[in-house]
């Protein structure tokens, strides 16, 4: 933990719908990450076969209780899964067009928010907007998960990754805005999909200013080279930027990452089923 301070900016209200990104695709004609071919000499470690454009989805393991540090158990690669086919490609977006977007890695982002004449957040101004005022709480609506037994995000319920216990509509992704909004009025800062920052992935110690007597201002992490990770297929050369606030596949028995202070990596060519964004406009755009 440490103190910093950020200029003021406005933040969109929910994540980025499909709806929403599917009017930028239809004006530019853009072509997404998970949708382009791939150059089998930027992958050397993978299998051949799975070098088809594709997205990783979200599938629950059929055989019950699984090894927790085993990704693979629940996370398969789907040629033809995109934005517009969540599942692969025999699926649609048919009726889920207030639903977040997904399955969009860091170019597609960046493209939409330049089409928006927007920016994506910080990681500090991502935090900063997920607390709605309420400094230090465990969650972005207080320190009780679900006070007075309410529900107050689209998270995991039940034992991940092969026990839900929602109703069959309400798995998955929902419509933005289902659940309550924060302190400042936004929805789905927690829980639903992931969403992306501007900021390379880096450990916090990495970062800290020393012999500042208030902290940093508009703390950011340009620098990709302690973003690599040799352990992920390709990771020797794939950057990864900071993505937060949790998603539906959270739960109590795994991630626990439906907190406004929570935070992973993920590698910019990579989109998921469960990873949208939301932009941001500055005061003094910088």
């Given at each position: 933990?440490?103190?910093?301070?950020?200029?003021?900016?406005?933040?969109?209200?929910?994540?980025?719908?499909?709806?929403?990104?599917?009017?930028?695709?239809?004006?530019?004609?853009?072509?997404?990450?998970?949708?382009?071919?791939?150059?089998?000499?930027?992958?050397?470690?993978?299998?051949?076969?799975?070098?088809?454009?594709?997205?990783?989805?979200?599938?629950?393991?059929?055989?019950?209780?699984?090894?927790?540090?085993?990704?693979?158990?629940?996370?398969?690669?789907?040629?033809?899964?995109?934005?517009?086919?969540?599942?692969?490609?025999?699926?649609?977006?048919?009726?889920?067009?207030?639903?977040?977007?997904?399955?969009?890695?860091?170019?597609?982002?960046?493209?939409?928010?330049?089409?928006?004449?927007?920016?994506?957040?910080?990681?500090?101004?991502?935090?900063?907007?997920?607390?709605?005022?309420?400094?230090?709480?465990?969650?972005?609506w207080g320190d009780e998960?679900?006070?007075?037994?309410?529900?107050?995000?689209?998270?995991?319920?039940?034992?991940?990754?092969?026990?839900?216990?929602?109703?069959?509509?309400?798995?998955?992704?929902?419509?933005?805005?289902?659940?309550?909004?924060?302190?400042?009025?936004?929805?789905?800062?927690?829980?639903?999909?992931?969403?992306?920052?501007?900021?390379?992935?880096?450990?916090?110690?990495?970062?800290?200013?020393?012999?500042?007597?208030?902290?940093?201002?508009?703390?950011?992490?340009?620098?990709?080279?302690?973003?690599?990770?040799?352990?992920?297929?390709?990771?020797?050369?794939?950057?990864?930027?900071?993505?937060?606030?949790g998603s539906h596949l959270?739960?109590?028995?795994?991630?626990?990452?439906?907190?406004?202070?929570?935070?992973?990596?993920?590698?910019?060519?990579?989109?998921?089923?469960?990873?949208?964004?939301?932009?941001?406009?500055?005061?003094?755009?910088?």
């Amino acid at each position: 933990m440490r103190q910093v301070s950020v200029d003021g900016f406005w933040i969109d209200i929910t994540p980025v719908t499909v709806r929403e990104f599917g009017h930028f695709v239809e004006a530019t004609g853009y072509v997404t990450v998970a949708e382009r071919e791939i150059n089998p000499s930027e992958y050397p470690q993978l299998d051949p076969s799975l070098l088809r454009p594709g997205s990783l989805v979200f599938k629950a393991p059929p055989g019950g209780r699984v090894d927790l540090s085993n990704f693979v158990s629940w996370w398969s690669y789907v040629p033809g899964a995109d934005w517009a086919h969540p599942s692969g490609p025999d699926s649609d977006v048919l009726g889920r067009e207030l639903h977040p977007v997904t399955h969009v890695a860091w170019d597609d982002v960046l493209a939409y928010a330049t089409w928006a004449g927007k920016y994506l957040p910080t990681e500090a101004e991502w935090e900063f907007a997920a607390r709605g005022g309420l400094d230090g709480a465990m969650y972005a609506w207080g320190d009780e998960f679900q006070p007075g037994g309410r529900i107050m995000a689209n998270t995991w319920r039940g034992e991940f990754p092969f026990l839900d216990l929602k109703a069959e509509h309400e798995r998955g992704t929902t419509e933005v805005g289902a659940y309550p909004p924060n302190g400042y009025g936004l929805f789905d800062m927690i829980g639903n999909v992931w969403e992306w920052t501007s900021d390379f992935y880096t450990f916090r110690q990495e970062s800290i200013v020393t012999g500042s007597c208030c902290g940093e201002v508009n703390p950011r992490s340009d620098e990709p080279s302690f973003s690599y990770d040799a352990h992920e297929p390709g990771g020797a050369h794939i950057p990864r930027r900071v993505v937060k606030g949790g998603s539906h596949l959270c739960a109590p028995n795994y991630c626990q990452r439906y907190r406004p202070a929570a935070r992973q990596p993920q590698q910019v060519e990579s989109g998921m089923s469960h990873l949208g964004f939301r932009c941001i406009r500055r005061v003094s755009p910088t």
